[in-house]
Structure formats: C-alpha cells, structure tokens
C-alpha cells in the first residue's frame, strides 16, 4: 500500500492550478482523493506530479443563481447532499450524493473529482445526465461550458482537455417535478451496480416530461431515451412497458457479482419502480 | 436491542462482578488510538521487508533476477529459497494415518502453487525503498496446468500439485457408529443434498504484522507479532531458526482481531526473524489489506454431500455424509485438523442412531485453508442445519417440530452423540421455545401464509446449534489444550493476573478481572490482567475455539483457590482464628461480622511479604500458578430465528427479524457475552449473503480487494433480538462454556433456511451461498418458468428427493 514516489504540488488558485497542469503531462489533479490516492497505492497509477486543489479557495459553493443552482467543485458530497438549497430546488443531485460510498468518503469525497474521474458506476453520473446540468471548465485559454450530454465519453474518460479543471457544476432547478434516483448498491464497494435517476413532470393521467438518467449497466452512464419517449403524453400505466426499453442499445458489463443480463434486468426494474415513486409521491417536488 | 439474560440455572460464582454487566477496560486506551500494534512497534535501526509474490496459481520458476533490485538505494537484502540456509520448514501441527505432508519452503523452490506464493524477500532502510525494489525483481515462470475444483482435482486425468503423490487427494478420513444399512432399509424417506460452503476470507481488521529483533550479544531474539498464540509461536520460530527456546521472546502486543486466522504460523514468521538474525537489523514486515486476502489462510470451501434416513413420522434413523474439503497448496498449522470438526459435529443436537461419515482432503492451487471463526462447526451446523430444513419440508412438517422431536431430553445428558462426542449438559427444548416465542413464530407463519397469497417471498428460518468450545483435553488436540494462568498479588494489594490466553479482542482483561475481585473481595480496578509476552507468562496455549474463558479463566480460578488456601493459613495466624472460620470480603479478611478479628486486604498481604510474622512453614509472597486440564470440551447451543423477505423481481433478500437465543453456560459479563453474539452473527449473515472469494479458471482472486470481497457494513446487518438461557456446564467449576464462535455458527444456516423457506412455493430447495441477488434471481426464474404462476401462490411442493430409500 505504498505510492512510488511522485511530486506533490499544492496551489492556492485556479490560474497557478492550471499553470502547473499545463507544465507537465503526467499530473494528475487532486479533488479528494478516494479514488486516487487508492489506485496510487497499489500502484495501479503512478502520477508524476499530484497537484492537490483542496488549497484553492473559492471552488466550494452551493449558489442559487435565478435558472440554476451552481455548485462549486470541490463542493463535498456530504455538503451535496445536505444542502437545503438543492434539497428544496433540485433535489436529485443531493439524493445522489447521500447514495456515495459511506460518511468518510462523503465527507472528503467532491462532486468535481468525481465528474473527473467518470466511473462507470458512480452515482452523480445518473442524476447529471436526467438533470441536463453543465459542467463549467477552465483552462489557460478560458472558460468552456460542457452540457451533461457531451461530458462522459467512455469509461474513466470525459469531454476534459488535458489542461483543463472542472470548477463547477450548473444544475437546473426542478420545481413542480418528480425527482428520484434508486440505486443498487454494490455490498462491497458502494458503487451503483445500476443506478436510476428520474426527473418526471405531469401525473399519472399523463406524463408531460421525463428524464432518465442509468449509471453502472454499461461503460458510461447514459440517457434512457427510449423510454423516456415511450412516456412523453402518456399515462402512468405505460411504465412497465415502457422501462423494458432501460438498456436498449447499451452494452452492459458483467462481473463475478453482476453478470450483463443481471444489469440490464434490474435497470428495467429499477427504472420502473423510480418512476411509478416518482409520480406517485412527487417527491422532491 | 434485548437481552434480558433469563436464567433458568441457578448461575454458580455470581458475586458483586461476576455477572454484571461492566464495560471493558481495553477501551478507553483503543477507542482513543493511543495503545499500540506490531505496526506500531519501533525499535532503533528498524529495516521493512515487503515480498514478491507469485502471479501464478502454479507455476515452474525459471530464473530470479535480483540484481536491479539489490541496487536500488536503501535495500539491504534480497533473498530467494536458494539464500535461506537455516531456515526450517512451515510447520503443520497435524498427525494422521494417511495424511499428506508436502514441504512448506517459506519462499517458493523451483514451482509456486499458489497466487501470492512468497518467492523473494526485499529488505530496505524503509518501507518505500523495499517496495520500489520489489518492483525490479524479475521473475521468469513457466505456467503449468492450474487444479481449483476438487472433484475435477479427484478424477484420474487431473493435473497433480505433488506428483511425488500420485494424486491430490490429501488424505481420507471415516467416522462411522450404528448400522446405517439398516437405517437406510427401514427408512421410508432418504433426503439428500448437495452443499456447497464458500471459501471465505477471515479478515481480521488488523492485517498481519511481526517486528523482529536479534541481539547476538544477549543471543536474545525478540519477536511482536500479531498472533493468537505467542507460545506456540515462540516454540514454532525457535525450530525453524535453529535457536533455542529460551533465546526466543513472543510479545503479541495489541492484536486487532484474529477469527483463526493468527492461529498459525505463516512464511513470514519464519522469514522475517532469519533476517533479523542474519542483517542483525530489526526487520519488519506488515501485510497490505490485498495480501491479507491473498495470502493470510482462508475459511471454509468444502462440498457437502447429505443424506438422512427418515421414519414417515419424523424420527431421524441415520446420516451419510461426504465432505471434500479444500485445504489449499500446502498444510498451514492446523489446515487438516478443521474438517474433522466438521464430521464430529455433523450430528448436531439430534439422536441420530446411525451415522456414516467419510472426509476427503484436497490439494488445489489456493491458499491454504485453516481455522476461521468456528473452524469445521459451521460447516457442520450448515450441514445437518439446512439437511434438517429440507427433511421438514419433504415429511411436510413444521421445522421447528421437526427439530423438536428428534432432540435428546435433557436427562439424557451427559449425552453420548453419533460422533461419539460427550455433550455435557443441554436443554435444547427450551432454548428453542423460548426463541419461537420472542419471534412470535406463529404469527410469522401467518404472516408467511398472506405473503405467499400475495405473491410476497416471506420465509422464517430456524437453526438449533450446538458447537464444541472449550477446546480442549490435550488427548484431542494437537498442542495440548490446558491453559495456565498465574494470579500475583502485590505487596500494595493490587493482583496482577497472567494468563496463557491470548486475548486479541475478546476483552478478557476485563472478564478476568472480574473473576478475581469477586473471589479476594476487591474491585475490577484492582486488578491488572497481563497476556502476550512468553517472557512474562508461564506458557500457555492461546485464544481460540472459544477456549479463553472456559479454559484459562478456569486456570486462574484455581490459581485463586490456592491464593485464598494460603490467605486463610495467614489471617488465621495473625487472627489466631481457625483457617475454615476466614472470610475474605468487601476488602477485608478475618471473622465475618467481627471487626476485632478482621484485618484490611492491604495489611494481610503485606505481612505475606514483609514475612515478619508468619506461620511455621509459610512460604512468603502470594503468587499461585495453575495449568488447568479440562476433562471434556463444553457444548454451548442455542435457536436462531430469522424472518426475511426475498424480493422476487431482483433477487434481494431482506431480513425483517432475527432473534438469537443462546447458552453459553453461566455469564460472567453479559455486555461482552452481547457483543460476541452479535459479531459472530454479524459475520455468519455475512457468509450466507455476501462474502466469497471468487477465483477465475487461472486462479487469479477475483475479490482481492475490499472494493470487491463483500464485508458486511452497518447497514447490511439488522437489529438483533437476543437473550439467553443458562445451562452451567459441569466441566468447569464456573461453569462457563464459551461464546466466541456461536453467532458464526448459528446464524449462516437460519438466513440461508429463511430465504429457502421464503421462496418454498416454487419448489426452490437449495441455493448456494452466499445468496447473491442474481443468484436468487436467476433461482427464481428458473423455477417460475417450470411452475404455472396459480400453482405458485398456494401449493408448497415438498424437496426433490427420492421417495423411497435408493
């Protein structure tokens, strides 16, 4: 459980941040650290330059900001998922992060590092996608705004330039709607074997609007298209036809605990019980 | 959380401690971080030592290459099998007939047979240094054919692990009393089933460590490590570096927790005290969390083949039983040893009048297994437990009645069993009651019966164990059973208590402490219990097998007894008092009620030091020591009730209820008696529902980490209901029993009968463990595809198995 030996930068603000990223290709940012510093030692990575962005200040913020909430990225998961701003507003983000890993992780853990890191089975993933959030990033030649959709492009790899940091996270609010996310959890690591996020609008007479977001069935977390335009105009009861779409179109990875059919199994289930909870109790509305 | 702790024996010795509930003295220092482990240990001019591993689950070594590594700044040594000159072999303390003994190398001779075979030791001024040096070792293999599964290892075309013995198999055991043939020709129902019981992982939560230091001057070398037995460990070390006994010092210093698995002596502890003595540097080495479940022994992994000969009425005629057991590559300390536990408690708590068992030994490309919390029991509880759950269903009998009827009475104990064991004493009967009532069975049942009509998965499982503790008379083990314990006390008063035990984690710094101010009339406070240092303590055997109490608590009592002989002699000289007439009490000893013929504790214990005024022939000082030899081993028993609910359309299982009564004999702190209780069902659930470890065809370990090997967390566990009877032993004059393993053993069967029981109406009988979601699952589906829906919801088809004796 020892790291090889690597350098350890600790800048005080994003622009220094970005300097030292900039300088040197094999850095690897620091955001937590709880999937990191795990793989370091057991030498599965071996970064030559840690720059640890726990020193920045400024990047750790839950903003209501008229449209959207903003939430800075070194937003803990544990500040994530209390925040009564989200919890009022846009509650699936912070449902989400109540459903990471356990108190300690959640406690260093942040939703920037996370982004970054893009596991196929991680939580914010799901909930990213149904919410279409944007994800802000900065580099030395400026500002870029990711839209959800655009973000994860294949397992542990995101729309990131190498010289860029995730400095926020834009979630839009959620007023008036059902917002759910139901996860699996895998009993040994935590992480989502499927997790479903659902944002509905409308009743049970009729569904007006739908998002769904699926974590951990695949390479990346993806958006349930299939069924959410199985459901647009239409009354609850086309659910559990509906969510027999969950994983059309996806590969699914299998595993000694999971096998592929398995996944693709509980993503129907789950994304059918999400839905029905969140039309019927409206939570988070 | 309830433990009313009713009694139905009159609990013998209960004084002002002995029984109360008392929080444990080992805390305050634990829970604030401030005690110390092996991993703590620091000595001047300390080396790290880390070690290569093979990457193979067999292989033939062609070429080390250690020369990039010997160069790297910092390292002191690099040692392969060819540099271990000196170094004796892993011991394995097992003797039987046609036992297979292979050579243990502590590192790897010419073939690795198992993934994470030590096979080079790196030793560097730090721990850094050592581990980027094991990265430049270069180990060149040849792969050969890898054998996992025992029954294919058992067939004639398999590949051998030992060519030089013709075959895998390690050894072939038979256990056999009554007729069964008759059994089998009366019977009008043979039940069978194939079980299979997972190789776990025991996963103390601190990983194995040892710190090892030779002082050629002295010729002294002084060993911490993190063990269940310093005395064994001691002797075990001293043969295979070739010094003598008196030169070796075993300090076990705070020791994390064990479950078995520092009941052995492994390469490392060889290894790492060789170099010691041949850098004349202090070494340590302390095992990663992967290695821990590498490469420290396994639990379990054996396939269960059970049969029961039955009387329509229920009566139970006889039991056939083959059991493969996978021992691993080599024998580890007691690696044979445990499946013997199996078949001599594989008839449980019931008259079984004919009984037929045959034990096979396997060699496969594994770790080794050993003693894992329980060691062989729950195997054998899982066994007769779940046998006895099928045979309910086949006869279409209530489980529990079932049971019942084929329990001895409690006038039959001492109780001779098909095993050919002596079961002390025992009211099954009643702890079985009273578990059914705290669950409030027949209101399950009902509940059951409207969950099925709903198309709901409800189940209640029952497990009636019993297990064997307080191991054990030294005929029946392979190191001697006693204990020893020596009580001291001080001139100030103050009683210093040395045990053979070796507590690491089950609180007998506390329950021993008890014990002994109960007996001299003191506090708890007063008394300071000492253990894991072979320089300090008379030897002694170890903690395991439920033995600390029952055995060295047992120890020390009598130690006590010759104590309070020698305090009598004294007080009644300098009280002129009759030695029958002094009563030692409340912190004073003379005459009760006469304050003239009474002196404090303090005074009388010093006058046996300053020796000033003594009687002829009085030895002065107050010291007693006592190597306690049990007669029997005890049989603690108890009910487990477990109701859950098994999610039909994923797979999952949750537990709605779980009552645990138990009879551990008399209790001496029902706080500690809880908590063993509880981590033991903690862990036996665990088995049931998450824990394995999963090697893939090339036997790499699939769950080498705990992002992959399934412990169970808070959350994962429910509340538990539990209480007691007490049924004292007569082996012991405490007449304790021993706890430490009878959550492990009880509460793995009742889950896996609960959730078969839930999922009855589909015919299912059997699930392997652990019940994985998909595992459940896919039972599921196969068996609503085999069943009209209708039939489903209102039927119970009975268990497949042949009507009629075959």
Redesign the interface.
Known sequence: ??P??FDYESPKTLNEALSLLASREDAKLLAGGHSLLPAMK??LASPALLIDLGRIAGLDYIRDSGETINIGALTTHATVASSSLLLSASPLLAQAASNIG?IQVRNRGTIGGSLAQAHPSADYPASILALDAHIVAFSQSGERVIPARAFFTGMFTTALRPDEIITEIRVPKTTGAGAVYKK?H????GYAVVGVAVVVRGNSAKIEDVSIGITGVGEIAYRAAAVEDALRGKPASAIAQAAKHAADKVEALG?????AE?RR??AE?YTRRALQEALSSKRGK | MASNGKTNGKAKGNGQWVGKKFKRKEDPRLVRGISHYTDDIKVPRLAYCVFVRSPHAHARIVSIDTEAARNHPGVLAVVTAADLEGLGMIPCAMQMPDLKIPSHPALAKERVRYLGEPVVAVVAED??AA??AA?LVVVEYEALPVVLDMEKALEKESSLIYPEFGTNKAFTHAMKSGDIDAAYKKADRVVKIRLLNQRVAPTAMEPRSIVAEYLPGENRLTIWASTQIPHLLKTQVAIMVCLPETAVRVIAPEVGGGFGSKLNVYAEDGVVPWLAMKLGRPVKWTE???ESLMVTIHGRDTINYLELALKKDGTILGLRAKILADMGAYHQLLTPLIPQLTALMLPGCYKIPAFDCEIIGVFTNKMSTDAYRGAGRPEAAYDIERLMDCAARELNQDPAKFRSKNFPQPKEFPFTTAAGLLYDSANYQQSLKRALQLAGYDKLREKQKAAWKQGRYFGIGVSTYVEICAIGPSAATPAGGWESGTVRIEPTGKVTVLTGASPHGQGQETTFAQLVADQFGITPDDVTVIHGDTLAVPYGIGTFGSRGTAVGGTAIYFAVQKLKTKIAALAAHLLSAKPVDIVIANGRVGLKGNSKKSMSWGELVLAAYTARNIPPGFEPGMEATHFFEPSNFTFPFGTHVAAVEVDA??G?TKIEKYVAVDDCGNVINPLLVDGQVQGGIAQGLSQA??EEL?YNEDGQL??G???????P?AA?IPEFILDRTVTPTPVNPMGVKGVGEAGTIASTPCIVNAVCDALAPLGITNIDMPL???RV??AITAAQANIPVAAQLTSKPGARSSRRPA
């Open positions: 459980m020892i090889a030996a057991l030498r356990d699996f895998h009993p040994a690591s595993d000694n605990y999971a096998s398995y199994h509980l289930v | 721990a850094y581990r980027d990265e990663t969390r992967r359309e994923t999952e529902l998450y999963v699939l769950t980490s705990l992002m992959d090997y399934a412990l967390k994962h994985k979601p998909e699952w896919r």
